[in-house]
């Protein structure tokens, strides 16, 4: 990371936050930083329209604070979408904290990041997501409030994993429904890419229904450890896209879909947990519709952990959870028929109901 100081002049040039695509009219972005803990995090805060902006810190050691910051501004846009097109009455934020989760996160850096959340008053909530765990949840409950996925024995909803992985689960059948006719995976050839929390258990309920899983991960470890629970089959080449394949399923860090790897891909079905997997949205979701490759859109069907966490908000049980994280299934094919019959993207199909709730609530709220 540079600690070079950029002139005022030039930093107008660069125009790092304003002049991102990614920015799309965010509107707060917090930056955090704590000399004493090492702290530095951003807060994204894209839409509060229908409701306080919920959506998961992640702690991630990027290669320069550009980076960070392009990865907030999209992965809080995306949380306001999916919120949107969940039906749930939550806007969209997220948080990044620069830094190794393994080397560099404390107890009192993860309360330091608790005091800069509750600074907000509840406009951004926060809650796990890559390089947290539960527990770091419940430390930063020790100083707000606003937090959810906080332990179960501390009445909150737990790990959202698992309910991530279950609504990946309904979105790829969902697709494999339209693509295929049937949304029966066994014998379908799925390849995992990224195997942490949501992909194992993806990992899990698709050898379950008999689909032939090929797993890949940049954790040998990890690798070993799920190739052993579950006979899933690791991937040893080095160009997991050029791989024969039904399904692809990116579960690791987003981009994956990008100018070097679109047209490799021989999947008939994208459909995985990572969010923002296509690098351009448009472009690339334009040459996967025309390649007639199905994208089950990412925000879409990775909303089950939202859902999970919401619980904790709207306080209702596990039954509820489940309900709509299964319904996940129908809202996905509704996607993919609206998509076909208007000749349009799936990203865009579902970008425009989103979009639509956003705007229809924002003139209700204007009365």
Same mark, same amino acid.
């Given at each position: 990371?540079?600690?070079?100081?950029?002139?005022?002049?030039?930093?107008?040039?660069?125009?790092?936050?304003?002049?991102?695509?990614?920015?799309?009219?965010?509107?707060?972005?917090?930056?955090?930083?704590?000399?004493?803990?090492?702290?530095?995090?951003?807060?994204?805060?894209?839409?509060?329209?229908?409701?306080?902006?919920?959506?998961?810190?992640?702690?991630?050691?990027?290669?320069?604070?550009?980076?960070?910051?392009?990865?907030?501004?999209?992965?809080?846009?995306?949380?306001?979408?999916?919120?949107?097109?969940?039906?749930?009455?939550?806007?969209?934020?997220?948080?990044?904290?620069?830094?190794?989760?393994?080397? !560099?996160?404390?107890?009192?850096?993860?309360?330091?990041?608790?005091?800069?959340?509750?600074?907000?008053?509840?406009?951004?909530?926060?809650?796990?997501?890559?390089?947290?765990?539960?527990?770091?949840?419940?430390?930063?409950?020790?100083?707000?409030?606003?937090?959810?996925?906080?332990?179960?024995?501390?009445?909150?909803?737990?790990?959202?994993?698992?309910?991530?992985?279950?609504?990946?689960?309904?979105?790829?059948?969902?697709?494999?429904?339209?693509?295929?006719?049937?949304?029966?995976?066994?014998?379908?050839?799925?390849?995992? !890419?990224?195997?942490?929390?949501?992909?194992?258990?993806?990992?899990?309920?698709?050898?379950?229904?008999?689909?032939?899983?090929?797993?890949?991960?940049?954790?040998?470890?990890?690798?070993?450890?799920?190739?052993?629970?579950?006979?899933?089959?690791?991937?040893?080449?080095?160009?997991?896209?050029?791989?024969?394949?039904?399904?692809?399923?990116?579960?690791?860090?987003?981009?994956?879909?990008?100018?070097?790897?679109?047209?490799?891909?021989?999947?008939?079905?994208?459909?995985?947990?990572?969010?923002?997997?296509?690098?351009?949205?448009?472009?690339?979701?334009?040459?996967?519709?025309?390649?007639?490759?199905?994208?089950?859109?990412?925000?879409?069907?990775?909303?089950?952990?939202?859902?999970?966490?919401?619980?904790?908000?709207?306080?209702?049980?596990? !039954?509820?959870?489940?309900?709509?994280?299964?319904?996940?299934?129908?809202?996905?094919?509704?996607?993919?028929?609206?998509?076909?019959?208007?000749?349009?993207?799936?990203?865009?199909?579902?970008?425009?109901?989103?979009?639509?709730?956003?705007?229809?609530?924002?003139?209700?709220?204007?009365?």
């Amino acid at each position: 990371m540079t600690s070079e100081i950029i002139s005022s002049k030039e930093l107008s040039k660069i125009d790092p936050v304003f002049g991102q695509n990614s920015f799309d009219n965010h509107e707060q972005i917090v930056f955090c930083n704590d000399k004493d803990t090492g702290l530095k995090a951003i807060i994204g805060i894209h839409n509060t329209i229908l409701g306080p902006a919920l959506g998961g810190t992640r702690m991630w050691n990027y290669n320069n604070e550009w980076e960070a910051l392009n990865d907030v501004l999209r992965l809080s846009r995306g949380m306001t979408f999916k919120s949107a097109i969940t039906g749930l009455n939550l806007g969209g934020g997220k948080a990044v904290i620069i830094g190794d989760a393994k080397t !560099q996160k404390t107890p009192e850096l993860m309360k330091r990041f608790g005091e800069f959340v509750h600074s907000l008053s509840g406009k951004y909530i926060t809650a796990e997501d890559v390089g947290m765990t539960t527990a770091d949840m419940d430390t930063v409950r020790e100083v707000t409030p606003y937090v959810t996925g906080i332990s179960e024995s501390r009445g909150g909803a737990g790990n959202p994993s698992p309910i991530t992985a279950y609504g990946v689960f309904m979105g790829m059948k969902a697709a494999a429904k339209f693509q295929y006719g049937s949304d029966v995976l066994e014998d379908r050839n799925v390849f995992v !890419q990224g195997i942490g929390h949501v992909g194992e258990a993806l990992v899990e309920h698709l050898v379950n229904e008999g689909a032939k899983v090929t797993i890949s991960d940049i954790n040998q470890e990890r690798l070993e450890e799920v190739r052993s629970k579950y006979g899933a089959h690791i991937y040893s080449g080095d160009d997991i896209y050029s791989e024969p394949m039904d399904i692809y399923a990116p579960c690791a860090l987003g981009a994956t879909i990008n100018d070097d790897t679109i047209y490799k891909l021989k999947a008939k079905i994208v459909a995985g947990a990572a969010n923002n997997q296509l690098a351009e949205e448009n472009r690339h979701g334009k040459i996967l519709q025309d390649r007639g490759i199905v994208y089950a859109p990412d925000f879409l069907i990775n909303a089950g952990g939202i859902i999970n966490v919401y619980a904790e908000l709207e306080d209702y049980d596990r !039954q509820e959870i489940m309900r709509k994280t299964e319904n996940i299934f129908n809202t996905t094919l509704e996607i993919l028929d609206n998509a076909k019959a208007n000749d349009i993207t799936t990203h865009t199909a579902a970008l425009n109901i989103a979009r639509k709730r956003i705007e229809t609530r924002k003139r209700e709220n204007s009365k």
